[in-house]
């Protein structure tokens, strides 16, 4: 049982653009929410994250998005930039402090010259 | 900077082998991680430890144990590897309550 996911396994965006990664969960128990960026041959890093007493949060180029009544979440980076392309991962914790993540099945972004 | 480092990045095995992976972190963080990642799966956590001699079982605990004798080193043992525990493993570490782990390279382990 896929508790979080993300429906679209890849996307591709023009640089300049906005890139829009969705995620859907499904267990209310979660209330915070990460997004991880992962390179070929590296592991994942971190990149941001956002409590469920907020709706958005904002980093730079990167803002992540939380609408808690319809469980989804999205990482909008703006503009893109070649190198965003990378597989990008969403987790979820049941509340700040416990140190499980759930994660979902990743989107590989391509970011076009 | 965090570094968490995996022994290994690439290995070969024979089925029914008793494989160990080495996950070694230099940040003095209580809490150590061992997920694999799979095409269209994700991350799954296999096992975790919030400190030494001491495991929790994770999502998908079956066929692997692990042991962490000292703090900053976490070990994932398949006991008798098998063709469908061919995969890519990633350790990660992190401090006591805080959400953000901090992952190593990776090992790619492919049993034939």
């Known amino acids: 049982d896929q508790q979080v996911k993300q429906n679209s396994p890849s996307l591709s965006v023009q640089e300049g653009r906005i890139s829009i990664l969705n995620c859907d969960y499904t267990n209310s128990m979660f209330d915070y929410f990460l997004w991880y960026k992962k390179y070929p041959a590296e592991g994942p890093t971190f990149l941001i994250s956002?409590?469920?007493?907020?709706d958005k949060n904002e980093d730079g180029r990167f803002t992540v998005f939380l609408n808690k009544s319809a469980k989804h979440l999205s990482l909008h980076i703006v503009p893109s930039q070649p190198g965003d392309s990378a597989v990008y991962f969403c987790?979820?914790?049941?509340?700040?402090?416990?140190?499980?993540?759930?994660f979902g099945t990743g989107t590989r972004l391509t970011i076009i010259p | 900077d965090v570094k968490v480092t995996q022994s290994s990045r690439y290995l070969v095995k024979r089925t029914g082998e008793k494989v160990f992976l080495e996950c070694v972190q230099d940040m003095d963080h209580e809490n150590m991680f061992w997920y694999r990642q799979d095409p269209g799966l994700g991350l799954r956590l296999i096992y975790f430890?919030?400190?030494?001699?001491?495991?929790e079982k994770g999502d998908i605990p079956e066929g692997y144990s692990v042991s962490r004798e000292k703090k900053e080193r976490f070990s994932l043992i398949l006991e008798s590897a098998s063709t469908n525990q061919t995969s890519m493993y990633l350790c990660?570490?992190?401090?006591?309550?805080?959400?953000?782990?901090?992952f190593g390279a990776g090992t790619r382990l492919s049993v034939l």
């Open positions: 956002i409590s469920s007493i907020k």
């Open positions: 987790a979820a914790s049941e509340n700040f402090g416990n140190e499980k993540l759930t």
């Open positions: 990660a570490s992190g401090w006591l309550a805080k959400n953000i782990q901090y």
């Open positions: 430890s919030y400190d030494v001699k001491m495991k």
